[in-house]
């Protein structure tokens, strides 16, 4: 089994960097007397041993438990080079479950609550100089239905569509060498129609007056632009043009250089940074130029109407649960999906690891961000989810893959937000809050029903019947056939929209439908409706997706779903991968919209 010991920020590369993954001595604190007893002394030991960064509840961790355990507590040994203790030294987590405390060598670094965002400290004043020593204690509450949790379960055993928690470490631990005067964060905001990039840097350890940066970008080998600023402050904004450049005049408006699913053109950009002439810092990222926006009812990429053909994909891993097994796991997943004829998921109730969206940038694939949602309202649910989409979009800004944000799913947390006024707001909130911190995406308030203000109408309906429910069938092809029967429509006996609001011309897309489910040999599993072979797998999606593609009013769609999971068995791939059947029947089927015009 792999450790995960592939770049875990592709957004922003340094060569300096150690992996702390493999290996940790681990504890269970079922009494939580870890804190108080010390337990983050150097001298304590742990009876267990884990492998990060897989959750105890995984066969991968090497523990495979799936009983509760709200507390438990990580340790690890590791060295570092001499020249390290020349710079600051940064201990990154990628994401940890839920909440966190850090010590180093005994001594307290900081906390951190989210169980689905990254998060680091400069650890360099704890640092002995000698063999380091990290420990970790970590608080999920497995019963808490105000902490964002997704999928996971307040119950021990998964059942219908929840599945096993994820406690503690599931992503990446790494430690970063930087110089006191580094680059802290770039964002990269395109103007499709001017042709140019926004380049935002934040410089970390401001304080010199002579401090220059060096920016290089360059297409498919071929440099494009270098130019050197003076950092005047600790935020500098730069906006550089790129077509009007010799490389692009000829192909500009044939799109050549704009990045979408069919072609994922991506920019690299190298970025130094010197303080008085010196070298002190030096990075790799990437950008790709992309625009979506809504106009006349439909959803365009770089300015052409675009058919989304999603598949609704939880994220999940027999192996690892949340926690893929391997970094090309993450990219068979794309490959797979686009094997099937989609050219995008919507990432369900997860915050899905940055290299799944490197690859999504690299193959192109179109997603749709969303965040594990609380099941209950409440204070604390509307801080805690507010909070995790700021870190967010912080994380994920430069990714062009990404094209929506889903914040809110199924009234999930917002429960009676069809009548109630102050569950509207947070809908709102949120759909606010978003749109500030991020104006290149769309953002859909409450997928599935009792939308708010919403970018996109996006609605669930798993009422096609099996083939042989003819009324259900004639009744789903009649919601899918006119704007009004499909606004007038009561998925799950919810409203489209929410009390006091309406559509107001944003596209219509079905974004939860299917759910066939099927599994050789199986007598129990979960799904919406059942096909009893592979070949009667593929005549249920053709029949469903006929419906589908029948309607003049679907501007797009999301399919359930990509793989089975746990006790639903309702994927087009087994929970393994394997195709339940012939991937290239689905994708004849799903090469049908051409059939239509839009």
Same mark, same amino acid.
């Given at each position: 089994?792999?450790?995960?010991?592939?770049?875990?920020?592709?957004?922003?590369?340094?060569?300096?960097?150690?992996?702390?993954?493999?290996?940790w001595?681990?504890?269970?604190?079922?009494?939580?007397?870890?804190?108080?007893?010390?337990?983050?002394?150097?001298?304590?030991?742990?009876?267990?041993?884990?492998?990060?960064?897989?959750?105890f509840?995984?066969?991968?961790?090497?523990?495979?438990?799936?009983?509760?355990?709200?507390?438990?507590?990580?340790?690890?040994?590791?060295?570092?080079?001499?020249?390290?203790?020349?710079?600051?030294?940064?201990?990154?987590?990628?994401?940890?479950?839920?909440?966190?405390?850090?010590?180093?060598?005994?001594?307290?670094?900081?906390?951190?609550?989210?169980?689905?965002?990254?998060?680091?400290f400069?650890?360099?004043?704890?640092?002995?100089?000698?063999?380091?020593?990290?420990?970790?204690?970590?608080?999920?509450?497995?019963?808490? *239905?105000?902490?964002?949790?997704?999928?996971?379960?307040?119950?021990?055993?998964?059942?219908?569509?929840?599945?096993?928690? =994820?406690?503690?470490?599931?992503?990446?631990?790494?430690?970063?060498?930087?110089?006191?005067?580094?680059?802290? $964060?770039?964002?990269?905001?395109?103007?499709?129609?001017?042709?140019?990039?926004?380049?935002?840097?934040?410089? #970390?350890?401001?304080?010199?007056?002579?401090?220059?940066?060096?920016?290089?970008?360059?297409?498919?080998?071929?440099?494009?632009?270098?130019?050197?600023?003076?950092?005047? $402050?600790?935020?500098?904004?730069?906006?550089?043009?790129?077509?009007?450049?010799?490389?692009?005049?000829?192909?500009?408006?044939?799109?050549?250089?704009?990045? =979408?699913?069919?072609?994922?053109?991506?920019?690299?950009v #190298?970025?130094?940074?010197?303080?008085?002439?010196?070298? &002190?810092?030096?990075?790799?990222?990437?950008?790709?130029?992309?625009?979506?926006?809504?106009?006349?009812?439909?959803?365009?990429?770089?300015?052409?109407?675009?058919?989304?053909? /999603?598949v609704?994909?939880?994220?999940?891993?027999?192996?690892?649960?949340?926690?893929?097994?391997?970094?090309?796991h993450?990219?068979?997943?794309?490959? /797979?999906?686009?094997?099937?004829?989609?050219?995008?998921?919507?990432?369900? $109730?997860? &915050?899905?690891?940055p290299r799944?969206?490197?690859?999504?940038?690299?193959?192109?694939?179109l997603?749709?961000?969303?965040?594990?949602?609380?099941?209950?309202?409440?204070?604390?649910?509307?801080?805690?989810?507010?909070?995790?989409?700021?870190?967010?979009?912080?994380?994920?800004?430069?990714?062009?893959?990404?094209?929506?944000?889903?914040? /809110?799913? *199924?009234?999930w947390?917002?429960?009676?937000?069809?009548?109630?006024?102050?569950?509207?707001?947070?809908?709102?909130?949120?759909y606010?809050?978003?749109?500030? /911190?991020?104006?290149?995406?769309?953002?859909?308030?409450?997928?599935?029903?009792?939308?708010?203000?919403?970018?996109?109408?996006?609605?669930?309906?798993?009422?096609?019947?099996?083939?042989?429910?003819?009324?259900?069938?004639?009744?789903?092809?009649?919601?899918?056939?006119?704007?009004?029967?499909?606004l007038?429509?009561?998925?799950?006996?919810?409203?489209?929209?929410?009390?006091?609001?309406?559509?107001?011309?944003?596209?219509?897309?079905?974004?939860e439908?299917?759910?066939?489910?099927?599994?050789?040999g199986?007598?129990?599993?979960?799904?919406y409706?059942?096909?009893?072979?592979?070949?009667d797998?593929?005549?249920?999606? *053709?029949?469903?997706?006929?419906?589908?593609?029948?309607?003049?009013?679907?501007?797009?769609?999301?399919?359930?779903?990509?793989?089975?999971?746990?006790?639903?068995?309702?994927?087009?791939?087994?929970?393994?991968?394997?195709?339940?059947?012939?991937?290239?029947?689905?994708?004849e089927?799903?090469?049908?919209?051409?059939?239509?015009?839009?």
């Amino acid at each position: 089994m792999s450790h995960r010991m592939e770049y875990p920020r592709p957004q922003l590369v340094r060569d300096a960097w150690l992996n702390l993954n493999g290996a940790w001595q681990f504890e269970f604190d079922d009494k939580n007397v870890g804190a108080a007893q010390r337990w983050f002394d150097p001298s304590e030991n742990f009876s267990q041993t884990i492998q990060v960064p897989f959750a105890f509840q995984t066969p991968a961790s090497g523990i495979h438990d799936t009983s509760f355990h709200d507390y438990v507590w990580y340790k690890r040994n590791f060295t570092l080079e001499p020249g390290w203790y020349k710079k600051r030294v940064v201990l990154h987590f990628g994401a940890v479950d839920y909440r966190v405390w850090v010590y180093v060598n005994g001594h307290y670094i900081g906390m951190h609550e989210g169980g689905h965002t990254p998060f680091s400290f400069d650890i360099t004043h704890a640092l002995t100089g000698q063999e380091e020593q990290v420990t970790v204690h970590v608080e999920d509450p497995s019963q808490d *239905e105000t902490i964002p949790r997704g999928k996971q379960f307040w119950l021990e055993k998964p059942d219908s569509i929840w599945y096993t928690r =994820t406690t503690g470490i599931w992503q990446t631990v790494w430690l970063e060498a930087v110089n006191p005067v580094h680059i802290h $964060q770039v964002k990269f905001q395109p103007d499709v129609d001017q042709g140019s990039i926004g380049i935002e840097v934040k410089s #970390e350890g401001y304080g010199s007056e002579e401090l220059d940066l060096d920016i290089r970008i360059s297409f498919r080998g071929v440099p494009v632009i270098q130019d050197r600023v003076r950092l005047l $402050q600790p935020i500098t904004r730069r906006t550089v043009e790129l077509f009007g450049l010799k490389i692009f005049r000829t192909n500009f408006h044939h799109a050549g250089w704009t990045w =979408t699913p069919e072609n994922p053109n991506l920019f690299d950009v #190298e970025m130094k940074l010197y303080d008085h002439g010196v070298e &002190v810092d030096c990075i790799q990222s990437y950008f790709g130029m992309r625009k979506v926006h809504t106009e006349n009812g439909m959803v365009y990429l770089n300015n052409k109407p675009y058919y989304q053909k /999603l598949v609704l994909d939880q994220g999940y891993w027999q192996e690892g649960l949340l926690t893929a097994p391997t970094d090309e796991h993450l990219k068979k997943d794309i490959e /797979l999906a686009k094997e099937l004829g989609f050219n995008g998921c919507r990432k369900h $109730q997860k &915050v899905e690891d940055p290299r799944f969206l490197y690859w999504a940038d690299r193959i192109g694939f179109l997603v749709w961000g969303e965040c594990a949602a609380s099941p209950s309202y409440n204070n604390d649910a509307v801080a805690r989810l507010t909070k995790e989409w700021i870190e967010i979009i912080d994380r994920d800004f430069n990714h062009p893959s990404i094209v929506a944000w889903v914040p /809110l799913n *199924e009234s999930w947390g917002i429960p009676m937000v069809k009548s109630n006024k102050q569950q509207q707001y947070h809908s709102l909130a949120m759909y606010s809050l978003i749109h500030s /911190l991020d104006d290149t995406r769309l953002v859909i308030s409450n997928d599935g029903w009792e939308m708010t203000r919403t970018d996109i109408c996006a609605v669930h309906n798993y009422q096609h019947g099996r083939a042989d429910e003819t009324d259900k069938y004639e009744e789903f092809k009649r919601i899918l056939s006119t704007k009004e029967t499909m606004l007038a429509s009561k998925p799950s006996a919810r409203s489209v929209y929410a009390d006091g609001y309406e559509h107001r011309g944003e596209p219509i897309l079905l974004t939860e439908f299917g759910g066939i489910s099927y599994k050789a040999g199986a007598d129990d599993g979960w799904g919406y409706t059942s096909a009893q072979s592979s070949e009667d797998l593929v005549l249920e999606y *053709e029949r469903i997706m006929k419906a589908v593609y029948a309607s003049k009013i679907i501007y797009g769609y999301c399919y359930t779903q990509l793989t089975d999971v746990e006790q639903e068995i309702n994927g087009l791939l087994a929970y393994d991968r394997t195709p339940k059947c012939d991937t290239k029947l689905i994708k004849e089927i799903n090469n049908q919209w051409h059939l239509r015009t839009i």
